[in-house]
C-alpha cells in the first residue's frame, strides 16, 4: 500500500524558516517524480514545486522560487520542502504527492494526509 | 487569480448530469493533457482524470473529461449526494515549466 506520510509543520514568525518532510513508503520511491502542493485556509490548490527522480531536475511556482528548496534522499525514501524567508501568504496545508510516471507531470496519484504549516508573529 | 479558468460553482440535482468548463490559452491547452482532481471537505484530492479523458482505477465512468482546442471538460451522470466537491482542472505550461490548477468549482447535489 503506497503511503506518504507528512512532518514538520507548525508555526513560525514571518522571515523565519522550516523544513518538511514526507516519508513514502509502499512504493519504489526512486522510480516517481514527487510534488509538494498547498492549499491556504479556505482557498483552492495550488501547485508549489516538483522534483524528479534523483532529483537533477526541479520545478517551482514564481512565488516560492528562490526561497523554498525541494529535495529528495532515494536511500531514505524522503521527500523534503525547505522553506525559507517565509510570508504570511506561505499559511498554508503542504501536501505531498507521487507523480504518476507520466508527462506532463500533472498527475498525482497518492497524496499525503497534509501538513499545516503557519506563518505569523 | 487562477490562470485555468473554472466557474465557481454549480449545482445539480441527484441522478442528473453536470459539466464543469476549463478554459486555458495556448501556451498551456494546446500543446499538454489535462487532468482532474475531485476534494471532499476534508481528505486529501484525488485524481479522478487524467491525459484528458482516463479513468484511474476505481474511479466510475459516472465521471468523463474531454479536451478540445483551449478548454477542457469534466461530466459527472447520475449525480450522487456524495460528489458534493470541489473540483479543479490542472495542466502544465510548457514556456513556465509549472504546473497550473485551475480556481476550482464547488458542486452542489441539490
Known amino acids: 500500500e503506497v503511503q506518504l506520510v507528512e512532518s514538520g509543520g507548525g508555526l513560525v514568525q514571518p522571515g523565519g524558516s522550516l523544513r518538511l518532510s514526507c516519508a513514502a513508503s509502499?512504493?519504489?520511491?526512486?522510480?516517481?517524480?514527487m510534488t509538494w502542493v498547498r492549499q491556504a485556509p479556505g482557498k483552492g490548490l495550488e501547485w508549489v514545486a516538483n522534483i524528479n527522480f534523483d532529483g537533477s531536475e526541479t520545478h517551482y511556482v514564481d512565488s516560492v522560487e528562490g526561497r523554498f528548496i525541494i529535495s529528495r534522499d532515494n536511500a531514505k525514501n524522503s521527500l523534503y520542502l525547505q522553506m525559507n524567508s517565509l510570508r504570511a501568504e506561505d499559511t498554508a496545508v503542504y501536501y505531498c504527492?507521487?507523480?504518476?510516471?507520466?508527462?506532463?507531470?500533472?498527475?498525482?496519484?497518492?497524496w499525503g494526509q497534509g501538513n499545516l504549516v503557519t506563518v505569523s508573529s | 487569480q487562477s490562470v485555468l479558468t473554472q466557474p465557481p460553482s454549480v449545482s445539480a440535482a441527484p441522478g442528473q448530469k453536470v459539466t464543469i468548463s476549463c478554459s486555458g490559452s495556448s501556451s498551456n491547452f494546446e500543446n499538454n493533457h489535462v487532468s482532474w482532481y475531485q476534494q471532499l471537505p476534508g481528505p486529501a484530492p484525488k485524481l479522478l482524470i487524467f491525459e484528458n479523458s482516463k479513468r484511474p482505477s476505481g474511479i466510475p465512468d459516472r465521471f468523463s473529461g474531454s479536451k478540445s482546442g483551449t478548454s477542457a471538460t469534466l461530466a459527472i451522470t447520475g449525480l450522487q449526494t456524495e460528489d458534493e466537491a470541489d473540483y479543479y482542472c490542472v495542466t502544465w505550461d510548457s514556456s513556465l515549466r509549472a504546473v497550473l490548477f485551475g480556481g476550482g468549482t464547488k458542486l452542489t447535489v441539490l
Open positions: 504527492a507521487r507523480l504518476m510516471v507520466l508527462w506532463p507531470p500533472i498527475n498525482f496519484d497518492y
Open positions: 509502499g512504493f519504489t520511491f526512486r522510480s516517481n517524480w
